[in-house]
């Protein structure tokens, strides 16, 4: 006997094998029963989720030998014909190849005749939307008012492009997306019929990668069969399937984050060097950036995510990165990307400088906060702005405060235990600092220097970060990353160091004072006669008031 792939193998036989569409198997189960079954159905959902299955389960339940009935044997002649697509009652037309107005008359022709061996002709019409607009108009009657021994299924994946006119004729049933948890228990009890050894997390990520589609996965879970053996391994579905390794997915985004640019096209090169689409990575990326949204908007979401625990947190972790501007900012190039990859330019070009241009964008600063600091700033701009840089794109980046004024002398370095730290004496070495905690963690490396030494009391460094980086101070003030911090200060400094970080909120005081001796010109004209005598006699009209300087 030649070899039955799995998506046939385990078609379901009845409807309590069909998988999360409840509501449409329990609504036939009961027309059943209770002899409701209606003349015409309309079946439409995403592909693989079992539409023209249904069709053929209730074609059985119409004609088995024991029917109508809600469980059909499975063992009858009727039966096994429809099940084998033998059955001289049960019609299955591709409407993709018979779209003309002259096949549907002749449909409309074999609708006369009586069924041979069961007790109704039930004409399947697969993916309807593609019949013709005349084609539809012939149907109409027919639909209407078949004849008594005739029920009609249509199946389609657009519903949108079937004329009202043919929905109003018809029942309809939506069939859902599979969820990630009932494909995988699918997958589970298939590969455990088949004896198959198998990691959780190679199921999660077939039915990930099925999205939705119960028979997309059973013919992924077929193929990675014949990759692997009898045991698979997530390693195993990524090779077998050329998909791209969510380890990498992680690692990619964690040097946008650090802004490497380095690692970053190295990383873009070993998309290629290991034959992976293109397209595929930036659609896996784009999910990615997905999950990091839905996190930093709800960090207990990975159930709406369908992760597990440890994946959440993952996916937690790494969301702090970033605030949820900068993400949509991300997906906006991505979405970008994947758009130029589809006009054929070199794909090697677009992905290394998408790439490059996530590594260098910006933060987000809201308006709001920068307008504030323009209002209650009347110094001159920080260091922080008159150290910054022009980079690739021509934004503008920030770099730290503290200028390198080269290394020290070793010989010049006092004992860890009696060593008092000044401010030059940090901002000496302070390049040097950030190189070695760019080793440990890039992202904290990042995120510190955008923040400003403002003094240092007891050897306690007071560092502040703008107003826009209250994200900033939360991530660096974690109890995991400021043991990180003040240790390779101390590691560097040779010295008992310790560090705050707190954000710069003094713009909001200077913008309530403005506020408050804000004068109203009217205000002046109706206090001073002259003023108010000069105005009436110029017919003059008052477009501000200037200071008068010291």
């Known amino acids: 006997m030649s070899y039955l792939v799995f998506a046939r193998k385990y078609r379901p036989g009845n409807f309590d094998e069909v998988v999360a569409q409840e509501h449409v198997t329990r609504t036939l189960r009961n027309a059943l029963k209770n002899n409701r079954v209606a003349s015409a159905y309309l079946f439409c959902g995403p592909r693989g989720t079992g539409k023209t299955t249904v069709a053929r389960l209730l074609a059985k339940s119409l004609n088995c030998v024991e ?9 009858c002649s009727t039966c096994k014909e429809i099940t084998s697509g033998a059955s001289l009652d049960v019609l299955e037309i591709d409407a993709a190849s018979n779209t003309g107005v002259d096949d549907i008359r002749t449909l409309r022709e074999n609708v006369r005749y009586l069924p041979t061996g069961g007790k109704k002709r039930i004409f399947i019409i697969d993916e309807v939307h593609r019949l013709s607009g005349s084609a539809f108009d012939a149907l109409l009657k027919t639909l209407e008012e078949p004849p008594e021994h005739v029920v009609f299924v249509l199946a389609t994946t657009e519903p949108i492009k079937v004329p009202d006119t043919i929905l109003s004729r018809t029942q309809r049933f939506d069939f859902r997306r599979v969820s990630v948890d009932d494909l995988t ?10 004896k198959l050894e198998f990691e959780e997390a190679a199921l999660k990520l077939l039915a990930r ?4 589609s119960v028979r997309d996965s059973l013919s992924l879970l077929d193929q990675v069969a014949a990759f692997a053996g009898d045991r698979i391994t997530e390693k195993d579905v990524v090779n077998a399937l050329g998909l791209v390794d969510r380890r990498f997915l992680f690692e990619f985004v964690e040097a946008v984050a650090a802004t490497d640019r380095q690692r970053v096209l190295r990383l873009t090169k070993s998309v290629f060097d290991g034959g992976v689409d293109t397209s595929d990575f930036v659609g896996e990326l784009l999910e990615h950036f997905r999950h990091l949204i839905v996190m930093k908007s709800n960090p207990e979401a990975g159930q709406l995510l369908e992760l597990t625990d440890e994946e959440a947190g993952e996916y937690r972790k790494q969301a702090d990165f970033f605030e949820i501007g900068d993400l949509l900012r991300l ?8 758009d130029d990859l589809r006009r054929g330019i070199d794909h090697r070009l677009l992905l290394e400088t998408a790439g490059v241009k996530m590594a260098e964008m910006e933060s987000t600063v809201l308006l709001a906060d920068v307008l504030g600091y323009l209002r209650g700033s009347g110094t001159a701009p920080s260091a922080a702005n008159n150290n910054s840089e022009r980079d690739l794109f021509g934004s503008q980046r920030r770099t730290s405060s503290l200028s390198a004024a080269g290394p020290q002398s070793e010989a010049a370095t006092p004992p860890a235990s009696s060593r008092s730290i000044n401010i030059p004496t940090i901002q000496s070495g302070w390049e040097n600092f950030l190189a070695v905690l760019k080793k440990s963690s890039p992202m904290l490396a990042s995120q510190i220097s955008m923040a400003e030494l403002r003094a240092i009391k007891d050897n306690r460094l007071q560092m502040f970060f703008p107003a826009s980086g209250e994200a900033s101070r939360q991530l660096v003030t974690k109890p995991e990353h400021l043991k990180l911090v003040e240790q390779t200060l101390r590691d560097c400094y040779k010295a008992n160091l310790s560090a ?24 002046l004209v109706d206090r001073s006669p002259r003023l108010k005598s000069l105005m009436e006699r110029v017919d003059g009209q008052i477009i501000g008031i200037k200071k008068a300087e010291d």
């Open 209 to 212: 990668k099925a999205d939705g």
């Open 500 to 523: 705050s970080f707190e954000t710069d909120s003094q713009k909001q005081d200077s913008t309530e004072d403005e506020a408050k001796t804000k004068v109203d010109p009217r205000e």
């Open 67 to 75: 029917g109508p009935t809600e469980t059909p044997c499975g063992v």
């Open 331 to 338: 997906v906006k190039i991505g979405t970008d990307l994947f």
């Open 185 to 194: 228990n699918h997958l589970r009890n298939v590969a455990g019929q088949e």
